[in-house]
């Protein structure tokens, strides 16, 4: 708590009080004069509790769910806490897989070298498979903002949900999805044929949106999507367009092809259980209130992004293929049903996924929209 300010302060003051300033001495009515300066000051000086905190991310602030925890969720913190003047946080940020790799920012933060940061679950399939459900059920809700608030309020009404985030020793404060999933390619993707002996590339969680068109399956991530499909890894790749864009995509793969595949729940903005505890509670409160500000800030943004995603992807010489409905049919039920596997993995290490996933398809229904296959009924 004490900070280098506090102790010169006291100093001072006790210097003061002795009547000698810069082995000066000082007479009664200076003394006065100079405390009654310093009375504004000095409560503040001893009483703001100087605060460390290092907050990360496996990718860097190219990415928006990355750019508004600096942009959005410090600068709210920053903004409540300032109302009292009673603690102030010392940011260090470490993004761009400076201090948790991808894939790594679960253990990062659960083992404490870093406070806080955003975790994205999707590279967790083992550990978090519970959060993965919307990857387990695709061809259903194209918008992040109804994801995003449907899983926020399941993590409220269902306990195994915030389980699974104590259980590595993190706290939850929000998530964030990403937008309508397609593909980028580079080859022309318009029927379900299409995808017959193609390599394609996924984080995992995705790659049983094809399992059973034929393709091929090659485990992967954004940031790796260019260089592999330059080099012919794979012709292809299942991704968003707000993702594809600052991965500049189209430069290897000028086919934008809107597949709707859905909006997924991508992770969530967590800190150290153990960290957390120790923080006053003003500062806990203020971290909730800033949480709802980088949720609503990172979808504000994404809604607009993704419209522009399309038309920067035409400006650089790419096409936008839109795959048609009933070609969307054929591959939706073609596909091996995602939930089986993912359930019966889930169960084995004691997660109730069926409680979940019904929870979450039932809440999709209850907002008006219908998955193109009833996977929790099969």
């Not at 007479?27 to 310093?38: D, K």
């Not at 083992?111 to 399939?125: E, K, L, N, W």
């Not at 709707?260 to 729940?265: E, H, L, P, R, T």
Request: with cysteine.
């Amino acid at each position: 708590m004490p900070c280098s300010s506090r102790q010169l302060v006291v100093e001072f003051v006790r210097k003061l009080n002795n009547g000698l300033i810069g082995g000066k001495p000082l007479n009664a009515l200076s003394r006065i004069l100079t405390l009654a300066a310093l009375s504004a000051a000095v409560p503040l000086a001893l009483a703001q509790q100087e605060i460390k905190l290092t907050i990360s991310a496996g990718h860097a602030p190219v990415f928006l769910w990355v750019k508004h925890v600096r942009e959005s969720f410090i600068p709210a913190v920053n903004k409540e806490l300032s109302k009292t003047g009673k603690h102030k946080i010392v940011w260090t940020e470490a993004y761009g897989g400076t201090l948790a790799k991808i894939g790594s920012e679960l253990e990062t933060i659960e083992q404490g070298i870093s406070d806080m940061g955003i975790v994205a679950t999707v590279f967790h399939p083992a550990k978090m498979p519970l959060q993965n459900v919307t990857y387990a059920t695709p061809f259903g809700p194209t918008d992040p903002r109804v994801i995003t608030r449907i899983m926020n309020d399941l993590h409220q009404k269902v306990p195994a949900l915030t389980k699974a985030w104590a259980d590595h020793k993190q706290v939850y404060l929000t998530g964030f999805g990403t937008d309508d999933y397609g593909m980028v390619t580079n080859f022309p993707l318009a029927k379900f044929e299409d995808f017959n002996g193609r390599k394609l590339g996924s984080v995992p969680v995705a790659l049983p949106w094809i399992k059973g068109s034929g393709a091929v399956g090659v485990v992967s991530n954004i940031p790796a999507y260019y260089n592999d499909i330059k080099s012919g890894v794979y012709s292809g790749a299942l991704t968003f367009a707000s993702g594809a864009v600052p991965a500049k995509l189209w430069e290897v793969a000028p086919n934008y092809v809107q597949v709707g595949f859905g909006a997924m729940y991508a992770g969530g903005l967590t800190i150290n259980k153990a960290r957390w505890d120790k923080l006053p509670k003003e500062v806990q409160s203020a971290m909730r209130v800033a949480a709802e500000e980088f949720s609503s800030a990172y979808h504000r943004e994404q809604f607009v992004q993704s419209v522009r995603s399309l038309d920067t992807y035409r400006e650089n010489r790419g096409q936008i293929l839109q795959f048609a409905p009933a070609e969307k049919v054929k591959l939706a039920k073609a596909i091996e049903n995602p939930t089986k596997a993912w359930a019966a993995n889930a169960e084995k290490i004691g997660q109730p996924a069926r409680e979940v996933l019904r929870a979450y398809m039932d809440a999709v229904r209850a907002e008006g929209i219908k998955f193109a296959r009833d996977w929790d009924k099969e």
